[in-house]
């Protein structure tokens, strides 16, 4: 155990290290300290009853009887002072914080006294491996996800192919606002909230950050990129598919079979110790090999220019990173989405995802979800 003493003010339902630390949802701010071991949570009476129930391995410590404590010598305690009080009590005058800890109340605590310093990098190292439990919440996150993609999936394949080959679902024209309904709506029922679904047909897919827009056409690839939260565990899901209603066109079935083989690829060089840049770069160069150019075309990019993959958990995206600029190294718990894909704007992009669990005997696929280009 770190014997520095660990500071947090965040609410745990959009901090990732916050939720990490506490295991519960809380909508509000509150104090989290780690003092040679222990922790200790500073909340409000409204929370407190449920924090010593579903946070036994916090000390939870009532926000009203420490504004009392010092109600006697100021008239409003602030923060800061609380947070003093509580770390003169242990004899602590240093604390460790988040790189993103509030710079005002850093600046308030130094002031009282107190050194804060910074830590740069994953405030808590081991978020980056997952024990069982954890892989149990993303692969329940990502059942969430592929629930969803179902019935993304369902909707494109009952789909009727209109003029110029625009889309139409129950008599009304099947855009990319509506598959994202569909897909999201299925996702709530089954218990998660997806934000930001992506359903990027044709060109729009070239970009793969691009949620999508307007109607859907047929014989064009759609990307659909789903990724989940959990609303009871906080935990993440991420898949995505690439997939054509109607026919594909002979370049888009080559370009699918060559970025459904790079993930095959990735599988293959995932492993513990091994670097995220050398896996991304074993997939690079096989695009290459096989015809397929990264580079600037008129003023954007095209080919595979993304990562290959990325660290899933509290957040959607955490350590380690696959890419052309990382310096991280694969390590066993770890879990990683594992998304090559191949973007033109006169084909339209592909991009296939799954979830990886990396184990001692190598990579553990969690995703179920079938591949299939055509519908």
Known sequence: ??????????????????????????????????????????????????AREQAPHCEAVSLTQCRKQ?????????????????????????VTVPYNFSYGLANDLRRLGIRVVARNGTFFPQRE????????????????AEVGLAEG?????????????RLTYKNNPLTSEKLRGIIESAIAQAGGTATNTIVAGGRQGCDPHERGHGVLRANEPIIIDVFPRSQRTGYFGDITRTVVKGR???????????????QDIAFECISNKVSGRKVHETILKFFQKEGFKTGKVNGHMQGFFHGTGHGLGLEIHESPRMSPTTTDTLR?????????????????????????????KGPKNLTRFEKVLEL
């Open 248 to 262: 594909a066109s002979e370049i888009l079935r080559k370009m699918y079979c060559t970025v459904e083989r790079a």
């Open 332 to 360: 066993s718990g770890q879990v990683v989405t594992v998304e090559p894909g191949l973007y033109y704007p006169e084909i339209g992009g592909v991009r296939l995802e799954d979830v990886a669990h990396i184990t001692g």
């Open 70 to 94: 010092l109600e006697k010598h100021r008239r409003k305690p602030t923060y800061p002072q609380i947070i003093r009080l509580l770390l003169s009590r242990e004899g602590v005058r240093s």
């Open 1 to 50: 155990m770190s014997p520095e003493t660990l500071l947090m003010m965040a609410d745990s339902e959009h901090d990732a290290n916050m939720l990490y630390a506490v295991r519960m949802f809380v909508p509000d701010p509150f104090i989290y300290l780690r003092i040679r071991g222990r922790c200790l949570i500073v909340i409000s009476d409204l929370e407190i009853d449920r």
């Open 153 to 165: 999936m369902q909707a494109l394949r009952a789909a009727k192919i209109g003029r110029k080959g």
């Open 129 to 144: 491996r997952k024990n069982a439990e954890e892989v149990k919440k993303i692969s329940a996150a990502l059942t969430m």
